[in-house]
Structures are given as structure tokens and as C-alpha cells.
């Protein structure tokens, strides 16, 4: 399970932010991924050899796997599970360039520089069943994207092949299909930050009981479809940040609502599904912000303050304990 979303600022900075809900866990580190860095896809064992560098929250096996990232060129992509949605193929198809779905951000980060760049290219992508060593299993994803423009699109595997939605929301949780979270909206649209005012029921007056009376009904659970309409409504709502330092802090403030704590949701066998890292991402600056469920402190990587061209993967190591600011008079 996750969570993600997309913010503009008043300044024009353009956002994406995403929460990692999962119950293995993944340890995490930010990964700068260079320019022209060799990999092998696990699909066909095809080379690979991106034209821009990126930088997300990844781990490194045979290849790096990331879950999320922004590129020098302001490009962010975050990965999502998408269960009993996600369609792969079963073979590889001559012509097309053929990938396992978590080798998805690694290769749209390095060799797209925008949305349209993305929307061309993928027609000619071919995902097909392939397992994480990681997880020993096929995982099912679809896909947030934006970029410097702030348009945001949702890529979704399917029968026939990949498609491609524009998001007028700038939100995407998990299954079901994104068409279908758009369409459960309309169940919501009496919600309101301004309170209900008083009503009465023959000689009664009521009032509510407290702020808050407009959003009665919000859904609170952690389900896809809550956490997609809880997101939408927060982000519709929030007041308009002027700058990234204020619009990354609105992004983390959105997504605690949307945060898992341990043993509040539990798999079938017993495993903690928890937010392991909360993550914000800027396409202008392309900085990556995040914090960790062991350490809430932000912490940052700016990836134009690195050598892009570096022949090898660069490894952030995360800072995992909680660290305080303590006052002084």
C-alpha cells in the first residue's frame, strides 16, 4: 500500500510526494543512478545506457531497484502496487523494448525528460513477468508521473498493453484501476473545510459539535480507496504554499495523514504493513526530500550538487535514529 500526490506552488515549484507502505522490509537508501550507467533488464538481458541521471530511494541488487526518483531534468516517477489489476506479458516481443516492472523507474528516469517524452516512448514498452529477487515475487505496480510543466499522468499495465491517463487530481493509491478511484469521488463531493450550519428538526435546533462538521464523512481507514479520496480532499483543500520549502512541508503534512503506524495494519501472516519512508520530491531543484518511520527528522539530496557522470551508483546512507533539537534560553 501507498500513497502519492503531486502539489504546486506559488512559485511555480512542482512536487511529488509519495508514502512507501509496506510489510517487508525494504532498508531503503537513496541511490544516484548516473548518466550512461550500464544495466542489464532482466526481461531479455538487454543493455541499457540511460542519457540522464536520476536520484531515489532504492536498494542495489544485481541492478538497482528504485521505487521512486527525480531526474536532472525535473522528470519524478513513483512506483505503486497495483494487486489483482496489473496485467503483464508472459513473453518478450521483438521490437519493443522489454522490462520487468520494477526495472520501470529506473528506465523512465533515465531516458525521459519529460511527460510527452514519457507518453512516446512507452507505447514501444513491453513489461513482462519477471521477479524481484528481493521479493521472490512478480510484483504488481502501476505508476504516478510529473514533471516541470505540473501535469501528472498514471501509467497502468493492462490487457492489451500499457495504458496512459491523464491525472486531473494529482493522486494515486492502489488498486482498483485509476478510472475507477476517479469515479468514486463523485461519493464525496459534499465535503467542505467550512463547517455546516445549524439546522432544524421541527422545534429542534442542532448545531455541530464542534469544527470539523464539513468533513464528517471523510473516510479515516487506510484502504486505497479511502486513502485516495483522503488524499484528494486534503490536497484540494490545503492552503496554497508560496515556495518548496513551504510546499514540501505541506506535502509531508498531507501524507501523515495517510501514515501507517506499526501494528495498526496487519497481513494475513502476521507481518506489520507500515510506512517505512515518506518521500517528497522537487522537479526544479531536483532535490529529494524524506523521512523514515525509525527517524522522522527530513532528511535531503540534491542531485545537481553531484558528479552526474560518475561510472558508478553513489549510495546516500540514511541517518535511522531519531534525532532531537533540544532548546536553549
Known amino acids: 500500500m501507498c500513497t502519492s500526490i503531486t502539489l504546486t506552488t506559488a512559485g511555480r515549484e512542482h512536487l511529488l510526494a509519495r508514502t512507501m507502505d509496506f510489510d517487508f522490509e525494504l532498508n531503503g537508501e537513496v541511490l544516484l543512478h548516473p548518466r550512461r550507467y550500464k544495466w542489464k533488464s532482466e526481461a531479455d538481458g538487454s543493455e541499457h545506457a540511460g542519457r540522464y541521471a536520476f536520484i531515489g530511494m ?17 522528470l519524478s516517477c513513483a512506483a505503486l502496487y497495483f494487486p489483482d489489476y496489473a496485467v503483464y506479458e508472459s513473453e518478450t516481443k521483438e521490437q519493443c523494448r522489454n522490462l520487468a516492472p520494477h526495472e520501470f523507474v529506473t528506465w523512465v528516469l533515465s531516458e525521459c525528460g519529460d511527460l510527452e517524452e514519457v507518453k512516446k516512448a512507452a507505447v514501444s514498452v513491453n513489461i513482462v513477468e519477471r521477479e524481484v529477487s528481493l521479493l521472490s ?16 499522468i498514471v501509467v497502468e499495465p493492462a490487457a492489451g498493453g500499457i495504458q496512459i491517463h491523464d491525472n486531473p487530481v494529482g493522486v494515486l493509491t492502489n488498486s482498483p484501476d ?30 455541530a459539535f464542534g469544527q470539523g462538521s464539513g468533513l464528517s464523512g471523510l473516510p479515516g481507514d487506510f484502504t486505497p480507496p479511502s486513502r485516495f479520496v483522503r488524499a484528494a480532499v486534503l490536497k484540494e483543500h490545503m492552503k496554497p504554499v508560496s515556495n518548496e520549502t513551504e510546499g514540501v512541508s505541506a506535502a509531508f ?24 519512508y515518506t518521500a517528497v520530491m522537487c522537479s526544479e ?42 532548546l536553549q534560553s
Open 285 to 326: 531543484t531536483c532535490s529529494y526530500y524524506f523521512h523514515h518511520y525509525q527517524n522522522r527528522q527530513i532528511q535531503k539530496v540534491c542531485i545537481l550538487q553531484e558528479d552526474l557522470d560518475s561510472n558508478e551508483i553513489k549510495v546516500f546512507p540514511p541517518k535511522q535514529e531519531e534525532t532531537f533539537h533540544s
Open 253 to 276: 503534512h498531507i501524507l501523515s495523514n495517510m501514515n501507517i503506524p506499526k501494528g495498526i495494519v496487519m497481513t494475513d501472516n502476521g507481518e506489520d504493513d507500515y510506512t517505512q
Open 58 to 74: 532504492g536498494r542495489r541488487l544485481n541492478n538497482a531497484l528504485f521505487a521512486d526518483g527525480v531526474n536532472e531534468k525535473g
Open 178 to 207: 485509476f478510472h475507477w478511484h476517479l469515479t468514486n469521488l463523485r461519493n464525496y463531493i459534499g465535503l467542505q473545510p467550512g463547517q455546516f450550519a445549524a439546522k432544524k428538526m421541527g422545534d429542534l435546533t442542532l448545531s
Open 137 to 152: 515475487t512478480v510484483t504488481p505496480l502501476h505508476w504516478l508521473l510529473t514533471d516541470r510543466s505540473g501535469a501528472s
